[in-house]
């Protein structure tokens, strides 16, 4: 079965260093990734995405992502953390084998720490 | 701002009431989605309209039924809800609904039921 795998549910850092979150999927066919943000009472906001061409996809709030097809990855990093980024982060993927619906991972709660 | 309209923002109600939520977007999009999310978890599916027609029922339960009036509007209706169908309700919306499209999200109706 294909599915997402987002390894490490809490993931905690300190104001201004690197942020990791980690994303694996499996597949038998090109997937397209997805990463979402979700803020408390609010809903999810596209990061940024992989569909086809540069493996090394640039987001908003300076985050990036690059697809890694050896790897079956799409982990997320940003350079500098802020506190603006503590949230809930979902990592999705669809594929044409499944209707095209997205399938989420369980997600990663990021704090950053002052 | 969400370009992804709902309303209520919260919703209490009792097993027995008739209750409905609202969804709407001004995107020109053509494919509407509902949600379910618990906390802590990540959205799972519940319809996709795709030009105003139900494509995608995931087995929900007769209790909630969607409708989709127009290209901008997703009703969800809720009748005889169970305490455990309290959670977040959030209504998506994309391009067309094809493969590597984000999905655009509202800020969900938090429903209680007591």
């Known amino acids: 079965a294909q599915s997402v795998t987002q390894l490490g549910s809490h993931v905690s850092v300190s104001e201004g260093a690197l942020v990791l979150l980690r994303c694996n999927y499996s597949?038998?066919?090109?997937?397209?990734l997805f990463w979402y943000v979700q803020y408390p009472n609010q809903g999810l906001q596209l990061l940024l995405k992989y569909t086809t061409g540069a493996t090394l996809v640039k987001g908003i709030n300076g985050f990036e992502a690059e697809f890694k097809k050896s790897e079956t990855s799409f982990h997320l990093t940003k350079p500098s953390a802020h506190m603006s980024d503590a949230a809930e982060y979902f990592c999705a993927v669809s594929y044409n084998t499944n209707a095209g619906k997205s399938t989420f991972g369980d997600g990663t709660t990021l704090t950053v720490k002052p | 701002d969400t370009e992804v309209t709902q309303t209520p923002k919260h919703l209490v109600m009792g097993m027995t009431n008739k209750k409905s939520l609202k969804c709407e977007q001004h995107?020109?999009?053509?494919?509407m989605y509902w949600y379910k999310q618990k906390a802590k978890k990540p959205p799972e599916l519940m319809f996709v309209y795709s030009y105003e027609k139900l494509s995608i029922n995931e087995s929900v339960p007769s209790r909630f039924s969607p409708e989709c009036p127009n290209s901008s509007l997703l009703n969800l209706h809720l009748h005889a809800l169970q305490p455990e169908d309290s959670a977040l309700y959030l209504c998506?919306?994309?391009?067309?609904?094809?493969?590597?499209?984000?999905?655009?999200f509202g800020d969900g109706t938090r429903l209680s039921i007591l």
């Open positions: 998506a919306s994309s391009q067309d609904g094809r493969l590597g499209q984000p999905q655009h």
């Open positions: 597949s038998s066919v090109p997937p397209y």
């Open positions: 995107m020109g999009h053509r494919a």
